[in-house]
């Protein structure tokens, strides 16, 4: 299935590139419906300690990205993708395994860890194998179907539920990889070219850390990236705690949250066809004042009760995450913009850097959401705001003016 330099998209090249993302996506949004029954199964009945089930297989995903981009560098994409597979897969034997709370929180780091691979190298091997105007217009397919997956997958993970324990949507996931890597290691040629393979050593983070801390843009964006993916992994952690617990919609919770994956795919493919028009600098500013402004008047207006109705929460939510759509396709382009010359592994850093800002957010702001949504707004109002200041002290001026 050879792509490089075609001027036809590659269909099933496209779909075998989001089907390895999606590994990810399934693995993290499946479970959503399952944390009580697995916190019942692993001795905890905390909402909190719930959330880290979620939280920290983004801990995993930021190593691994620092681990395994450089390394494909050197020993080509497959190879660092079977690795990186392999230890998902005895992660989640460990996590089905499981009989404590750390010992399923090691095996979720792990699997993230594992999953960097795929989600990471699939980027690599999209643009070692397109140029240009079609790189861009491949990624966007692949994005969309990408997308598709965090729309389905809290339902899947339900009807697994519904016939089978917790355990079953581990197994599915597993069974799952295998399908998608034994189809991509029979029809996908390795695509970084002996010429360009490069030797593994410490010189390579030295130099690219040296070099991403140079661009002001880079740091502020990348720390934009992590504000606006803490709040954003904040709601995933606990969507399932406000909905079914707080709102009592246990079977209704995978429709709701593929309502909100919608929205933000929608956005996201909206902002692909404006970003050309606007600039992503105008688009991202625009994005970024609404998901600020928002919560905000959330809180004001909510400051003295409880939980809104559902359709007025929902309506808060839906053009939250229609912010938010557009951010996350305008605020990782930005950053990256000026550190082409170290591409592979400014990326490996941005998205460490992003995911170690993201974390604790997720972790502590998660804590508070029990009985009300209101600590989600102002998890999102704090974030905003330092996103705005960030936005303003990072970037150019003429970037704003042109």
């Given amino acids: 299935m050879e792509n490089t330099n075609t001027n036809k998209v590659n269909i099933e090249f496209v779909a075998m590139m989001a089907s390895l993302m999606s590994i990810v996506a399934l693995s993290i949004d499946a479970l959503l419906p399952a944390l009580s029954e697995i916190g019942l199964a692993i001795h905890t009945t905390d909402n909190a300690d719930n959330q880290l089930l979620v939280t920290m297989i983004f801990l995993g ?4 990205q620092l681990l395994f981009g450089p390394l494909s560098d050197s020993f080509g994409r497959k190879p660092i993708i079977y690795i990186g597979f392999s230890l998902y897969t005895l992660a989640s034997f460990l996590c089905v395994a499981a009989d404590s709370l750390d010992l399923m929180i090691i095996g ?4 993230g860890i594992g999953l960097a691979a795929p989600y990471t190298l699939c980027i690599s ?9 079609f790189l861009a217009r491949v990624m966007s397919f692949v994005t969309v179907i990408f997308i598709l997956v965090p729309i389905i997958a ?5 009807i697994i539920l519904n016939y089978f324990d917790w355990k079953a949507i581990f197994y599915f996931q597993i069974l799952f990889g295998i399908v998608i890597l034994f189809w991509f290691w029979k029809r996908q040629p390795e695509t970084l070219k002996p010429e360009f393979k490069r030797n593994f050593n410490l010189k390579i983070y030295k130099h690219g850390i040296r070099e991403f801390f140079k661009f002001r843009e880079t740091v502020g964006f990348t720390l934009i990236s992590g504000f606006i993916t803490g709040s954003f992994m904040t709601y995933i952690s606990s969507s399932q705690h406000i909905f079914e617990n707080q709102y009592g919609l ?3 919770f995978p429709f709701v949250f593929a309502g909100m994956a919608l929205t933000v795919g929608i956005s996201t493919f909206t902002n692909g066809m404006l970003v050309m028009k606007l600039g992503m600098h105008k688009l991202a500013l625009i994005a970024l004042a609404m998901f600020s402004i928002l919560p905000i008047i959330y809180l004001i207006s909510f400051s003295d009760s409880g939980n809104p109705s559902l359709i007025i929460l929902i309506a808060f939510m839906v053009l939250q995450f229609l912010a938010i759509g557009f951010l996350f396709g305008n605020i990782r382009a930005i950053s990256m913009q000026p550190i082409g010359h170290i591409a592979g592994i400014g990326a490996a850093i941005n998205g460490f850097i992003s995911t170690i800002v993201a974390v604790p957010i997720g972790v502590i702001l998660g804590r508070y959401i029990d009985i009300t949504v209101y600590p989600l707004f102002i998890g999102f109002a704090i974030c905003g705001i330092l996103s705005f200041i960030t936005f303003f002290i990072a970037r150019k001026p003429k970037e704003i003016e042109a």
């Fill in 61 to 64: 995903l930021g190593f691994g």
């Fill in 108 to 111: 979720r780091i792990l699997q």
């Fill in 154 to 158: 809290p339902s899947l993970g339900k």
């Fill in 250 to 252: 246990k079977d209704e």
């Fill in 125 to 133: 091997i999209v643009r070692d194998s397109y140029k240009g105007d």
